[in-house]
Structure formats: structure tokens, C-alpha cells
């Protein structure tokens, strides 16, 4: 699991009958120097949604085969956001 920050939202014109009724997010993930306080991060990826993350919000995303275990049947999904983030603590 990793985190990544909303940067906007996906529209498709055509879309799987999975995805109806919920939302598709572009995230940049984190990385190594995010987290120490940098402003680098991972190429964007697409996340699934179905928490109502927005724009300028962290998420957690999960990938791979993880990204699909919530659904009941097989869907084409490669990232998921398993949940939204309120406040982030660090100890030094």
C-alpha cells in the first residue's frame, strides 16, 4: 500500500460496466523523498474510487491484485484507494 495525493479526475467517454457510478482519480503517488519532506513523486497513476477522495487530497492506494480483492466478481481495476487520509504524524 502506498500513498498518493489527488491531482484531478478521469472522464471516459466509453466505460466497462463495472465502473458505473463511481470515479476514477489521477494520484501521484509518493516516494522515498515525499515522505522526507521533498516534492518529487512517482509518475501519476489512475485510482479507483468509491470513498469521494478530492483534488488535493492523500490517499492510500493499493495495487496490483490487492487493488481488485474488493470486489465480488473480477473487475479491471490495477490501483484502488483503500482509504482517505486525515492527518499524516512523523517522529523524529
Known amino acids: ?3 498518493g495525493t489527488v491531482i484531478g479526475r478521469v472522464t471516459l467517454s466509453v466505460r466497462n460496466n463495472a465502473y458505473i ?3 476514477l482519480l489521477l494520484t501521484l503517488p509518493w516516494n522515498r523523498d515525499t515522505l522526507a ?3 518529487s ?3 501519476a497513476i489512475v485510482v479507483y474510487d468509491h ?3 478530492d483534488v488535493g487530497q492523500q490517499i492510500c492506494i493499493s495495487e ?3 487493488a481488485a480483492c474488493p470486489f465480488p466478481s473480477p473487475t ?3 490501483a484502488y484507494c483503500a482509504a482517505l487520509i486525515d492527518e499524516i504524524f ?3
Open 64 to 66: 496490483g491484485r490487492e
Open 41 to 43: 513523486h512517482d509518475p
Open 21 to 23: 457510478g463511481e470515479r
Open 1 to 3: 500500500m502506498r500513498i
Open 76 to 78: 479491471p481495476v490495477d
Open 51 to 53: 470513498f469521494g477522495g
Open 37 to 39: 519532506g521533498g516534492s
Open 90 to 92: 512523523t517522529k523524529e
